[in-house]
């Protein structure tokens, strides 16, 4: 089967630096991305790792290390507007190439305080 | 718009009763996505369809759900007889594919609440 863990909820302060964590356990998979939600909105894109090491787009960051089965995003500069929910989720492997499918994590909470 | 569009954005019904929500994909998206969220949980994937090839139903829950995709554009979400544990709000999605494989950005339309009473 596949799993992916990430921590409930994390708490940090505006302009510090946080990261999330994503642990996964898949037969095998193609590629790691990142999403953000608001209350009450749609999931947005934020990143995708095909290949292992670091991703940067802007504030956000994302790694990916496939022999560790583990991935996250980092956010920098925080800003209260990144008070959200966040998933990681992994595009499964099916044998040459993907099967397109994601599997989304349960969610991690962000609250940044002033 | 040119984003992902889906229809009713709420709806009531009554236990026992059959519902259908809609996904309009963006326009030239191959992959299309369902997913279920209940109020503070993740994305449940339901049922993926990628071009012609057949829909991976492996998300679905129970024989009470079905879904089709008219035309590689247009899906419908059918869920029979519906339960009060099928209250949640469901979430379609589309995504390019390069070569068949996927990009890894899914654009997710604004969901269809549904209450079921």
């Known amino acids: 089967g596949q799993s992916l863990e990430q921590p409930s909820e994390v708490t940090a302060v505006e302009g510090a630096i946080v990261q999330i964590n994503c642990t996964y356990q898949t037969s095998g998979f193609y590629g790691l991305s990142w999403y953000q939600q608001h209350d009450g909105g749609a999931p947005t894109f934020l990143s995708y790792n095909a290949l292992d090491g670091l991703e940067e787009t802007g504030r956000f960051s994302s790694f990916l290390s496939r022999s560790d089965s583990y991935g996250y995003l980092l956010l920098q500069e925080l800003q209260m507007k990144d008070s959200a929910s966040y998933f990681c989720a992994v595009i499964l492997l099916r044998g040459s190439g993907n099967t397109g499918k994601l599997i989304f994590g349960q969610g991690t909470t962000l609250q940044v305080k002033p | 718009g040119a984003g992902v569009s889906q229809s009713p954005s709420n709806k009531v019904t009554e236990k026992g009763k059959d519902v259908e929500l809609r996904c309009d994909p963006i326009s030239g998206h191959t992959a299309l996505y369902w997913y279920r969220q209940s109020l503070g949980q993740g994305l449940e994937f339901l049922i993926y369809?990628?071009?012609?090839?057949?829909?991976?139903k492996s998300g679905l829950p129970s024989d009470r759900f079905s879904a089709e995709r008219t035309g590689g554009s247009v899906s419908t979400l059918t869920i029979q007889r519906t339960q009060q544990e099928d209250s949640a709000v469901y979430l379609c999605a589309s995504s390019l594919t390069s070569g068949g494989m996927n990009t890894g950005e899914l654009f997710f339309g604004e969901g269809s609440r549904l209450t079921v009473l």
């Open positions: 369809f990628q071009g012609n090839s057949a829909p991976d």
